[in-house]
T-cell receptor, first 111, second 120 residues
Framework: AQRVTQPEKLLSVFKGAPVELKCNYS??????LFWYVQYSRQRLQLLLR??SRESIKGFTADLNKGETSFHLKKPFAQEEDSAMYYC?????????????FGTGTRLKVLA | EAQVTQNPRYLITVTGKKLTVTCSQN?????MSWYRQDPGLGLRQIYY?????VTDKGDVPEGYKVSRKEKRNFPLILESPSPNQTSLYFC??????WGGGLAGETGELFFGEGSRLTVL
């Protein structure tokens, strides 16, 4: 079954602490993996995509095909990182255009 | 400004009264799609369209219809809304079309602000 799993509904960390938001996926084929973020009162926006291998706002994510994971990491959390984070996959590379999202993780960075 | 625009942003209606949520994008994107967001369930894809006159079901299409007569518009139609369709709806578009899109393009989604629908 095609699925994206984000095991944590809520993750609370203190400012300056490392952050890791977990994402595991199940997909037969070659998916594109993304992290989207939704800040309070703002629309969903792309944070990272696996093919670009870039760091945005200090966040990185490495695609581990062996473990089928795409965890989002940041070494030092900031209060402005508090938001809802969604891991998602697209089957575009495999010829389908369905998008599958995880259930999301709310990150709270405490002062 | 490049964006995806949804209307209405908020709507309260009654069971069985047909409604349409409009979605328009000004980025000349080929791909458009609709999602619903429910607590504990994340975002689930309802329908998507790879280009004009080409639509397909997502994971939760029951009770919804779509049309893609123009590239920029992708309305979501609820012919006979029911209370279980009370949700937050998002429209999104992407430059990536069939065949993988242009070189360098990915399946990044650009989202609208959302439409909160309540069916009584």
């Amino acid at each position: 079954a095609q699925r994206v799993t984000q095991p944590e509904k809520l993750l609370s960390v203190f400012k300056g602490a490392p952050v890791e938001l977990k994402c595991n996926y199940s997909y037969s084929g070659s998916p594109e993996l993304f992290w989207y973020v939704q800040y309070s009162r703002q629309r969903l926006q792309l944070l990272l995509r696996h093919i670009s291998r870039e760091s945005i706002k200090g966040f990185t994510a490495d695609l581990n095909k062996g473990e089928t994971s795409f965890h989002l990491k940041k070494p030092f959390a900031q209060e402005e990182d508090s938001a809802m984070y969604y891991c998602a996959l697209s089957g575009r590379a495999s010829g389908t255009y369905k998008y599958i999202f995880g259930t999301g993780t709310r990150l709270k960075v405490l002062a | 400004e490049a964006q995806v625009t949804q209307n209405p942003r908020y709507l309260i209606t009654v069971t069985g009264k047909k409604l349409t949520v409009t979605c328009s994008q000004n980025m000349n994107h080929e791909y458009m799609s609709w999602y619903r967001q429910d607590p504990g369930l994340g975002l689930r894809q309802i329908y998507y369209s790879m280009n004009v006159e080409v639509t397909d079901k997502g994971d939760v299409p029951e009770g919804y219809k779509v049309s893609r007569k123009e590239k920029r518009n992708f309305p979501l139609i609820l012919e006979s809304p029911s209370p279980n369709q009370t949700s937050l709806y998002f429209c999104a578009s992407s430059p990536a079309g069939w065949g993988g899109g242009l070189a360098g393009e990915t399946g990044e989604l650009f989202f609208g602000e959302g439409s909160r629908l309540t069916v009584l």
